[in-house]
């Protein structure tokens, strides 16, 4: 029952989420379609996580847990895209040059305010890395 009830409170959140976001405008910079493209990636894993998870009578529990870590992935690097990188860093990135190792990536997006309180590096470390 407690699945039922986590399961049914992350659709909820991901249909409130998705209300705002369908049609709203992206500001029209490298910086914000690198970072909004990745967090909306972050958001399509969580749905088909969701999705996986919510199959009756038979979910892919296997499959929705390995999508954890990209999703994990691409939200941190669309934080970081948004908030820390330069802009050398962005137009590498664009330019398909792969950004640094999340560890590095997460202890930067942990000195901006809102994310200091050391879960994204908690997060992290439940997956071994």
Known sequence: MLLD?????????????NARLDG??????????VS??????????HGAIQLLI???PHPHYGSA?????????SFVRGVWFHHCANEQQ??????RCEPQRID????????????????LKATNRTFGK
């Open 5 to 17: 009830n986590a399961i049914a409170s992350s659709a909820k959140w991901l249909d409130a989420c």
């Open 54 to 56: 919510s199959n009756k």
């Open 36 to 45: 909004a493209g990745l967090l909306h990636l972050s958001l399509e894993h």
């Open 65 to 73: 847990c390995a999508l954890l870590r990209p999703q994990f992935e």
């Open 90 to 95: 962005l137009k590498d990135f664009i330019n």
């Open 104 to 119: 590095s990536l997460i202890l930067a997006i942990e000195t901006v305010p809102g994310y200091e309180e050391g879960l």
């Open 24 to 33: 709203a405008a992206v500001e029209a910079s490298d910086r914000t379609r």
